[in-house]
T-cell receptor, first 112, second 114 residues
Framework: ELKVEQNPLFLSMQEGKNYTIYCNYS?????LYWYRQDPGKSLESLFV?????AVKQEGRLMASLDTKARLSTLHITAAVHDLSATYFC????????????FGKGTKLTVNP | NAGVMQNPRHLVRRRGQEARLRCSPM?????VYWYRQLPEEGLKFMVY????????ESGMPKERFSAEFPKEGPSILRIQQVVRGDSAAYFC????????????FGPGTRLTVL
């Protein structure tokens, strides 16, 4: 059974600081996704990582994928308050149906 | 191009009633997925459908829950005889036939069972 673990689950940081969120998954996967969710809202797609070594950046967020280690990271650079949200990683199962398996999410709070 | 649409956005039911949640996929999308999110949790897969077919329902509870995606009209997630534990946010996602797994999520239906 494919399992996805994120850590930390809660992250409180100050504006201007850097931090990394980690996403581990248990079996071979095709794709790794990062989503953002604001309270009471739907999921906003941030990144889709398709292959080993993939790195994508958008603003202050950068995501990477190491398929050999079954690890993805979401790095936050010089955090700002607007980044406060819950971040989810999700993977699908190689050779399986197209369903996504989500981590529990990392609730990020950026304090002034 | 409108995104994935879900209605209602909020639904309140008393125990024992039925809940019907609707999802209209993005134009050109023929794959629909339903996920459930409990408070402070990640999303859990429920069912994956294509037009008139259930492809994977491994995440659906065995009783009271059913889903359909008819040839015409929206996909429906139906919960019979709701219980308090059914209270959750239910999200629908859709994807186009030629780009599997790039799922686009709707705004969700927040179900509250009194």
């Amino acid at each position: 059974e494919l399992k996805v673990e994120q850590n930390p689950l809660f992250l409180s940081m100050q504006e201007g600081k850097n931090y990394t969120i980690y996403c581990n998954y248990s079996t071979t996967s095709d794709r790794l996704y990062w989503y953002r969710q604001d309270p009471g809202k739907s999921l906003e797609s941030l990144f889709v990582l398709l292959s080993n070594g993939a790195v994508k950046q958008e603003g202050r967020l950068m995501a990477s994928l190491d398929t050999k280690a079954r690890l993805s990271t979401l790095h936050i650079t010089a955090a700002v308050h607007d980044l406060s949200a819950t971040y989810f990683c999700a993977v699908d199962r190689k050779g399986g149906s197209e369903k996504l398996v989500f981590g529990k999410g990392t609730k990020l709070t950026v304090n002034p | 191009n409108a995104g994935v649409m879900q209605n209602p956005r909020h639904l309140v039911r008393r125990r024992g009633q039925e809940a019907r949640l609707r999802c209209s996929p993005m134009k050109g999308h023929s794959h629909v997925y339903w996920y459930r999110q409990l408070p402070e949790e990640g999303l859990k897969f429920m069912v994956y459908l294509q037009k008139e077919n259930i492809i994977d329902e491994s995440g659906m509870p065995k009783e009271r829950f059913s889903a359909e995606f008819p040839k015409e009209g929206p996909s429906i997630l139906r919960i019979q005889q709701v219980v308090r534990g059914d209270s959750a946010a239910y999200f629908c996602a859709s994807s186009p036939p030629d780009r599997y797994n790039e799922q686009f999520f709707g705004p969700g239906t927040r179900l509250t069972v009194l």
